[in-house]
């Protein structure tokens, strides 16, 4: 499998997040400004990594998946962070931030996967 520069940055943004809202947590602050920006910052990886990709496929790139469950991905990575997002505006305690945490991780692990349906397991 090829993990690409579209995965290196996603991972790299995603435990980003992860840290900055973590550290948050610990802090016990409600959610805070960078908290909500980290975790910003993944959904607009995700609508750019997503706009590449039909770009890539448009043009002629093929998955060696199914193209069904590597859109489902992107559609499911692209509701993660908005539902984090909308959780931590309700609920203003610092679990808030832990929930913000989890977000960028997820896209991560959903990117990997997203990887390997594109590549296949060789590349």
Known sequence: MILDAWFWSG???????LAVCALATITRRHPADSSIVSVAAVELFVLVYA???????????SLNG???????????????????LAWA??????WSNLVLAVAGPTVVV???R??????GPWG
């Open 110 to 112: 959903m990117l990997h």
């Open 11 to 17: 991972a790299v943004i995603g435990l980003v997040s």
């Open 51 to 61: 706009v590449a990709a039909a770009v890539r496929q448009l043009s002629g790139t």
């Open 66 to 84: 199914p193209g069904w469950e590597f859109w489902g991905y992107v559609l499911t990575a692209l509701l993660v962070p908005p539902i984090a």
């Open 114 to 119: 997203m990887q390997y349906i594109w590549f």
């Open 89 to 94: 505006v309700t609920d203003k305690t610092r």
